[in-house]
């Protein structure tokens, strides 16, 4: 019910997001409508993220997720490394040196024009290897920590981390979600545009001579990942010391760090029944945005039981007339 209330609310963003893409842009109506379907999307996961953590109080067990946060971990072991390799093949002197049928690969699916335009921009940069280096690394550590601070978390007492009532000792690996927080925040800052932050931008960036239906896209999954991602993980060191909120509010940073997990596997494989490099990586943006969030929510959803209590209308406002008549 929560989400599709999110999806309720959600559909008057659509229409201002169109509203401020067709002042500010010269983009046509399709255009538009596909950029603001990725402001769409996370607004309104985040809409029903925010009333199912916020309204009612929680309650768990300890949980064991030994097996699937090993899992995550593994997987974001080869996507940290997979990225590290990625852009030092191609960005790097040794591209030029890598025989063809190993350029090729690490090349599938994207065009010639967008290749060398990819190179000229990152190489007359100044910022390029500052921002190169700060989006992997970045990136990397929120995508490893991740999966062990929500095994912790899970598998932790209350008592451990505290709960509405009262806030709970950090312990001693509480830095653990301090690096967390922090390289949330650095792996959104150099998602975004701003220069020197804006390797996943450019990244993303079709050349001239590409720009075809999905040349807003890009910048906006990019600058829509950068504010959920900011806004979720300062939510999360909020509330760090109340053990349900965080480890809610912790599935929901990784949800949205998940978004870099799931791309490049969706990426080849809508590749192969998709026409074009922009058709693959279009979908590829909105179904790892789409799973990445809602997947994250639904399992905070079953990973904690809510305690309901009477709506405050019915205890304190309109449906409590009678009983305060009664009391007189």
Same mark, same amino acid.
């Given at each position: 019910?929560?989400?599709?209330?999110?999806?309720?609310?959600?559909a008057?963003g659509?229409?201002?997001?169109?509203?401020?893409?067709?002042?500010?842009?010269?983009?046509?109506?399709?255009?538009?409508?596909?950029?603001?379907?990725?402001?769409?999307?996370?607004?309104?996961?985040?809409?029903?993220s925010?009333?199912?953590?916020?309204?009612?109080?929680?309650?768990?067990?300890?949980?064991?997720?030994?097996?699937?946060?090993?899992?995550?971990?593994?997987?974001?072991?080869?996507?940290s490394?997979?990225?590290?390799?990625?852009?030092?093949?191609?960005?790097?002197?040794?591209a030029?040196?890598?025989p063809?049928?190993?350029?090729?690969v690490?090349?599938?699916?994207?065009?010639?024009?967008?290749?060398?335009?990819?190179?000229?921009?990152?190489?007359?940069?100044?910022?390029?290897?500052?921002?190169?280096?700060?989006?992997?690394?970045?990136?990397?550590? *929120?995508? $490893? +920590?991740?999966?062990?601070? &929500?095994?912790?978390? %899970?598998?932790?007492? /209350?008592?451990? =981390?505290?709960?509405?009532?009262?806030?709970?000792?950090?312990?001693?690996?509480?830095?653990?979600?301090?690096?967390?927080?922090?390289?949330?925040?650095?792996?959104?800052?150099?998602?975004?545009?701003?220069?020197?932050?804006?390797?996943?931008?450019?990244?993303?960036?079709?050349?001239?001579?590409?720009?075809?239906?999905?040349?807003?896209?890009?910048?906006?999954?990019?600058?829509t990942?950068?504010?959920?991602?900011?806004?979720?993980?300062?939510?999360?060191?909020?509330?760090?010391?109340?053990?349900?909120?965080?480890?809610?509010?912790?599935?929901?940073?990784?949800?949205?760090? *998940?978004? $870099? +997990?799931?791309?490049?596997? &969706?990426?080849?494989? %809508?590749?192969?029944? /998709?026409?074009? =490099?922009?058709?693959?990586?279009?979908?590829?943006?909105?179904?790892?945005?789409?799973?990445?969030?809602?997947?994250?929510?639904i399992?905070?959803?079953?990973?904690?039981?809510?305690?309901?209590?009477?709506?405050?209308a019915?205890?304190?406002?309109?449906?409590?007339?009678?009983?305060?008549?009664?009391?007189?």
């Amino acid at each position: 019910m929560s989400l599709s209330y999110g999806f309720v609310v959600g559909a008057p963003g659509l229409r201002v997001f169109w509203a401020v893409y067709g002042v500010l842009t010269t983009y046509t109506m399709v255009q538009i409508n596909q950029a603001a379907v990725m402001w769409f999307i996370p607004f309104m996961v985040l809409t029903a993220s925010l009333y199912t953590s916020l309204s009612h109080t929680k309650k768990s067990d300890p949980i064991d997720c030994t097996t699937p946060c090993m899992v995550l971990f593994i997987a974001g072991l080869c996507t940290s490394a997979f990225a590290v390799l990625y852009f030092i093949l191609r960005f790097t002197d040794l591209a030029t040196a890598l025989p063809p049928a190993l350029l090729s690969v690490v090349n599938y699916g994207i065009p010639p024009s967008i290749q060398e335009h990819q190179a000229a921009v990152f190489a007359s940069r100044d910022n390029g290897l500052f921002s190169a280096v700060g989006f992997v690394l970045s990136w990397s550590v *929120a995508l $490893l +920590l991740g999966p062990v601070l &929500l095994c912790r978390y %899970l598998a932790s007492e /209350m008592k451990d =981390f505290g709960t509405e009532q009262g806030p709970g000792r950090e312990g001693p690996g509480a830095w653990m979600g301090y690096l967390f927080f922090a390289a949330s925040m650095c792996a959104a800052m150099f998602s975004t545009s701003f220069v020197p932050f804006s390797f996943a931008y450019f990244l993303g960036r079709p050349a001239p001579d590409e720009l075809t239906f999905y040349k807003a896209l890009p910048f906006t999954v990019w600058e829509t990942k950068a504010f959920c991602l900011m806004l979720k993980a300062c939510l999360f060191m909020v509330y760090r010391r109340d053990k349900h909120r965080a480890c809610e509010w912790l599935l929901h940073t990784y949800g949205d760090i *998940a978004f $870099l +997990l799931l791309l490049f596997p &969706l990426f080849i494989t %809508l590749h192969t029944i /998709m026409p074009t =490099f922009q058709d693959a990586m279009a979908h590829a943006y909105v179904l790892a945005q789409l799973l990445g969030e809602v997947g994250a929510y639904i399992c905070a959803i079953y990973m904690f039981n809510p305690e309901f209590h009477q709506v405050s209308a019915h205890l304190n406002g309109l449906f409590n007339l009678g009983a305060k008549k009664k009391q007189n």
